[in-house]
């Protein structure tokens, strides 16, 4: 068996070295097993190029066809699906053990705002000096975290300690 190719994209013409392919005409007919040399033979009297469609099938497929058109609709093809694909992010946000109300609402709408847009949500809740006695305290701030944005998310990460800080990963649903 023949090995795939190895430089970018499909091997073309010259570069087919496998002494039967099965051809597909620039109609998209199927003409059957030929040679390499009269599957060239045909693509050059059509003024198009011989290229190997699927190179690891028994015998190849080779098509007749315009190479540049085809290489410029597989880019096209590949920028589309880059375009339509999200990077899911990791948004960080920090609390405190003390948070005050309206302090604890803005979080909240940063955090809402980070989850409809596909994005996780790191909530890193920091303890200074005597706080760290206190762990209960920022245990309740994560768990009202939790409850108020269960409907949107689901927990990824249960919040564990990691040196003076709690820390817990929320995901949209």
Do not use: W
């Amino acid at each position: 068996m023949p090995a795939p190719p190895t430089r970018d994209g499909p091997r073309v013409n010259e570069e087919i070295r496998v002494p039967q392919v099965r051809l597909i005409d620039e109609a998209g007919e199927m003409q059957g097993v030929l040679t390499v040399r009269e599957a060239q033979a045909r693509a050059y009297a059509a003024g198009l190029d011989l290229v190997e469609i699927s190179p690891n099938a028994d015998p190849p497929v080779c098509k007749v066809l315009d190479y540049g058109k085809y290489k410029y609709e597989q880019q096209k093809k590949k920028n589309e699906a880059k375009k339509k694909q999200k990077v899911v992010e990791i948004k960080e946000v920090k609390v405190r053990p003390n948070i005050d109300e309206n302090d604890y609402q803005v979080k909240m709408r940063a955090m809402k705002s980070f989850i409809d847009e596909g994005d996780k949500v790191k909530v890193t809740l920091r303890f200074r000096g005597r706080e760290m006695a206190h762990q209960d305290i920022g245990v309740r701030v994560l768990e009202r975290i939790r409850t108020d944005l269960e409907a949107a998310t689901k927990v990824e990460q249960m919040p564990r300690m990691e040196m003076r800080q709690m820390v817990m990963v929320l995901s949209p649903k």
